[in-house]
């Protein structure tokens, strides 16, 4: 619910985009998998990855 709102207030789109954007994107398989730590981070940690396009490894790289 956060991820959605925060979506639609920082690219000021209405909730029902940002609900398609949200589920279209690389977050929505990360946030499926709840074997992996992503589920449990914090929610602006998760719509920072979003906006940023992606994680950053330990190193800087980014990935998807």
């Known amino acids: 619910k ?4 925060g979506i639609a207030k ?3 789109i209405e909730v029902v985009d ?6 279209n994107s690389f977050v929505s398989d990360k946030i ?3 074997n992996s730590s ?4 914090a ?9 940023s ?4 490894k330990e ?3 980014k990935v998807q």
């Open 38 to 41: 992503f589920y449990y981070d």
């Open 43 to 51: 929610p602006q940690n998760i719509l920072n990855a979003f906006l």
């Open 18 to 23: 940002a609900l398609f954007e949200a589920y």
């Open 2 to 5: 956060r991820l959605i709102l």
């Open 10 to 12: 920082y690219k000021n």
């Open 59 to 61: 190193d800087g790289e």
């Open 53 to 56: 396009g992606g994680l950053e």
């Open 32 to 34: 499926e998998d709840f």
